[in-house]
């Protein structure tokens, strides 16, 4: 008679030895792997690197997708001393370019995808794999964290790029450039116009104010108006790249003076 030990002895020894077929079935599956891993590396080689691209913007944006607590910042890069971080795009648009500096991020911006760890990308290639202003506002944003880089506090960011996230990119930069240089222009002529009514207001209080209808002062000075910012929106057309506002020369421009916006949308 089998004791309940025997069994349980048998059952142990059969799941220790595994049989010859059952090790041929694993040999099977792992060539197969092998082979399926073969046919897709040959697959990829015949796309070209666009193509690459796009695919693996595919594999991100699904995964942006499954996981809404992803988001994507646009942050300065840190000074030149310190650390760049290595771009995670699967095919690197710098790859073959520098091979001695490999994909490391020497852009003066550069992307950060936040999820369990963070995951840095050149903001071209990130662009090559994803519809980045589709992704404004809410899942691709300026960063607006202090860094102890900068004396902890955040990035002044530029009028263009603030406009670009605010608008998913469809704006008309010459017309920012425009409002830019206008409002430069503004500030200069306001500056000179502050003296001139200074010295105005202290001639009259000086000479008349004890009695006003004695006044021979020229008539109070006006002051320059400043520009507005008008029609920069484009609503028609493709958005603007993020990298055409990146390599603008006016880029970090009028950082603090907002005069259309109310100051809590920027
Ligand atoms: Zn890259
Ligand atoms: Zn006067």
């Not at 349980?8 to 049989?19: F, L």
């Not at 691209?53 to 992803?70: V, Y």
């Not at 995808?113 to 840095?120: G, K, T, W």
């Not at 400043?226 to 009028?254: A, F, M, N, Q, W």
Request: hydrophobic share 30%; with cysteine; net charge positive.
């Amino acid at each position: 008679m089998r004791t309940p030990t025997d069994t349980h002895k048998r059952r142990r020894r059969r799941r220790r030895s595994a049989s010859p077929a059952r090790l041929e079935e694993k040999r099977q599956y792992y060539n197969h792997l092998m082979e399926e891993d073969d046919a897709e590396e040959e697959r990829r080689s015949r796309l070209s690197l666009e193509e690459k691209m796009a695919e693996n913007g595919g594999e991100l944006q699904r995964r942006l997708e499954r996981n809404p607590e992803i988001t994507i910042l646009l942050q300065p890069s840190p000074p030149g001393h310190m650390g760049k971080a290595q771009c995670r795009a699967r095919d690197c648009l710098f790859e073959n370019r520098s091979p001695r500096l490999e994909t490391r991020i020497m852009d003066d911006y550069r992307a950060v995808l936040i999820s369990h760890a963070r995951e840095y990308f050149h903001v071209s290639c990130l662009e090559k794999m994803l519809d980045l202003s589709s992704l404004t506002p809410t899942r691709f944003m300026l960063d607006r964290e202090s860094y102890r880089w900068n004396d902890g506090w955040p990035w002044t960011w530029g009028l263009m790029l603030r406009l670009w996230f605010e608008h998913g990119g469809r704006i008309d930069l010459a017309k920012v450039k425009a409002y830019i240089k206008a409002y430069k222009k503004f500030k200069k002529t306001d500056g000179v116009f502050d003296t001139q009514y200074i010295e105005w207001q202290a001639k009259h209080q000086r000479e008349c104010s004890i009695d006003a209808s004695t006044c021979r002062c020229p008539p109070e000075p006006k002051g320059p108006t400043p520009p507005t910012l008008e029609d920069y929106k484009s609503t028609t057309g493709e958005p603007c790249c993020l990298s055409e506002v990146l390599d603008h020369p006016y880029v970090e421009r009028h950082t603090h003076h907002i005069v259309i916006y109310r100051p809590s949308s920027l």
